[in-house]
């Protein structure tokens, strides 16, 4: 995929978003886009889409837990025992378990990444705020942009 900018990345549909946000978490997209979606203001929305991501996870994994109960409690009834299935049944699953976890796990330390950098970019924007606050000439009223910009702090 060619590079694209932070307005490019904004205005992708939902799904090609979620495309883009599968290849850049196996590491399919180019530097550029990478880097991209860890500056604002593509940031916010990368750090919400993995967020979304691990959730979903958790519940898939949630899911197929309470499935794999019943299958148990249908394969194994008194008297009907078959214990091959449950054991197939069973191995399907650990396999399948085993493989979201990884996912889970790769996706754990992208938003781990993107929450440092998500934190470190606040704290450069509240100080850039307040440098420009401070700095503003005291001789001088504020435009409404200037007091809507410093109230970001100020809560």
């Known amino acids: 995929m060619s590079p694209r900018s932070a307005r490019d990345l904004i205005a992708l549909p939902q799904d090609a978003w979620r495309a883009l946000v599968d290849e850049a978490i196996r590491g399919q997209v180019d530097d550029q886009t990478a880097l991209t979606l860890r500056r604002p203001p593509v940031l916010e929305r990368f750090y919400r889409t993995l967020v979304a991501i691990v959730q979903n996870a958790d519940m898939h994994l949630a899911a197929r ?5 019943v299958t148990k409690a249908e394969l ?4 009907q025992e078959q214990i091959a299935e449950w054991q197939a049944a069973k191995a399907r699953y650990g396999a399948w378990r085993a493989k979201t976890l990884r996912f889970k796990a790769g996706v754990e330390m992208e938003l781990a990444e993107v929450s440092r950098i998500r934190e470190n970019t606040t704290a450069t924007l509240v100080q850039g705020i307040a440098s420009h606050r401070d700095s503003f000439p005291s001789d001088e009223d504020p435009s409404a942009q200037d007091e809507a910009l410093w109230s970001l702090i100020d809560q």
């Open 65 to 69: 837990k309470a499935e794999l109960e």
């Open 76 to 79: 194994l009834k008194p008297g």
